[in-house]
């Protein structure tokens, strides 16, 4: 890897994927990077320490947002959403993001490799594709995947063998992602329902009224059918309430960490009293809800401007 850089130094590299804050003292935080390029393909081999990571397309529209990142955690974890969706992290798990969407995560101290795979390069269509997917890295997928990609990394391949690499790799994600099949075991009348429902419940979480007794009014089910179709999450109450604490990290995540802030979306959502909110959030995602937000006391300006921008900033213009 690169020498070890600061926080502001740090923020400045990433800024074509994310905007960076420290989770403690940006006069403490350290970090590691190298990248490099394998064809249409940009790797990346880095190590930090604990932050908040937003990315968000609209503000980041000098750099080509339209790519797939795939992730392998060697250490640390991460917590966050990806769109609407929860992304849960950690080293015995190999993800993908799709990065034309709105990504917030919060990270422990982490050493992450990466491969930035633009969507035209696998054919991938954010409008059917999943925004996140998650394998473990035990399963066969996982594996072999896990396997391409430390043989793509290795120091020892050459320029012509990296190049090789990338390009099977290109296919093995284009063929083990992005037609995975549904192994849910539902059929396709009750995954259509599910959906109905999973939307409605999505569009009115405000609602203080939301419950498993008037979806069952309004879809016309009884409580055993609806159960059976959240069963997978514990029921149709701890989907809500997941749910609605995706919201609650939504709107903490990369906030001004000031004076109540944290009891009023948190009461916005239906959660009541500090300890509960607290045990529910950390439960949810590893962290507790200060954990995300941003001390604004010891929080960095911005970054000051480089005049030679880091190679990876140039690639990131036009994937």
Known sequence: MNPVVGFEEWRELARPFFDVMPAGAAKWFRAQAAFTRHGPLIASNVRF???LFDHDPKLLKVYDNEYLLFERYLAGAARGLVGDNPARIDRNSIHFMDMSRHVRTATTNAVVRGIVIPHHAIGCDPSRHAPYVA???????GRLLDMALQSMLSPSVTEAEAAALADAFIGLVRRLMLNLPDHDGIDPMARAGRLRVKDHINRVLDDPDLSAERLCRIFGLSRATLYRMFAKEGGVQRYIDARRLDRCFAELHN?????????RVAEKWGFHGAANFNRRFKSRFSFRPSDCMVDTDGAPGDAPPILVAPPVQEWMRKL
């Open 49 to 51: 320490g604990s932050a």
């Open 135 to 141: 394998l473990p890295l035990a399963s066969p997928r």
């Open 255 to 263: 906030a001004p960490a000031t004076y109540g802030r944290i009891r």
